[in-house]
């Protein structure tokens, strides 16, 4: 790996974490899709072709670049979840415990799993960010919420678990993705302190 492929690789992640957390599901399931085999690698082939498709990336160098990028032991496959974990990045403390504090307030029951039905009556969308702006109405943001949560959800459930319950973990997936396009820990915590009036 040289620093012109580090270099478009960081800019590759960058145009896909602006896409926000709706963007990086949709990549997630592009991937998905194509693994037939579902092991979880894709080739530079297919790599190169979700790229493009989700137009990130518009030449095989730029696509062989990230690639090479992430294929660390020259395999000639990578790892697509390394892949987007790379993007998504981890919240730090800060933002999981208030995302933390979130499914807490939810969990009224405290079975460590709440149910999407309580989200929706739950969720408000008043004081949110693009709401108090006029960028959004409440009902968008609200249906923009539930269809990436349930995206999400959906993506990462195992076959045993019930499609109306949420646990920590998923919930806590779908912060993860939602805290890697917010810079500032400030506004990530005024989205969530206004969303479920923590």
């Known amino acids: ?21 709706r963007g990086i599901v949709g990549m997630s399931r592009t991937f998905a899709l194509i693994d037939r085999n579902r092991n979880g690698l ?9 790229l493009k498709d989700y137009r990130i990336c518009t030449t095989r160098a730029q696509a062989e670049s990230v690639f090479r990028t992430f ?21 730090n403390d ?6 933390e504090q979130a499914f807490r307030k939810l969990d009224t029951d405290s079975d460590n799993h709440i149910v999407k039905s309580d ?3 739950r969720f408000n969308a008043k004081r949110h960010p693009d709401v108090t702006a006029g960028a959004r109405s409440e009902e968008e943001v609200l249906c923009e919420f539930l269809d990436t949560f349930e995206a ?16 920590l973990a998923a919930w806590l997936r779908y912060y993860n993705y939602v805290s890697c396009n917010i810079d500032s820990d400030g506004y990530f ?10």
Do not use: C, P, W
């Open 1 to 21: 790996m040289n620093e012109e492929d580090s270099e478009t690789a960081r800019q590759i992640i960058e145009k896909i974490k602006k896409r926000g957390s």
């Open 42 to 50: 894709l080739e530079i082939d297919d790599f190169e072709r979700a």
């Open 71 to 91: 294929d660390i032991d020259n395999s000639g496959v990578i790892q697509y979840s390394e892949f987007l974990r790379a993007v998504v990045g981890h919240m």
């Open 94 to 99: 800060f933002r999981r415990d208030l995302a």
């Open 119 to 121: 989200i929706k009556r």
């Open 152 to 167: 999400v959800h959906s993506a990462y459930a195992s076959k045993t678990s019930s499609e109306n319950q949420v646990d």
């Open 189 to 198: 915590a005024q989205l969530l302190q206004n969303t479920f009036d923590l």
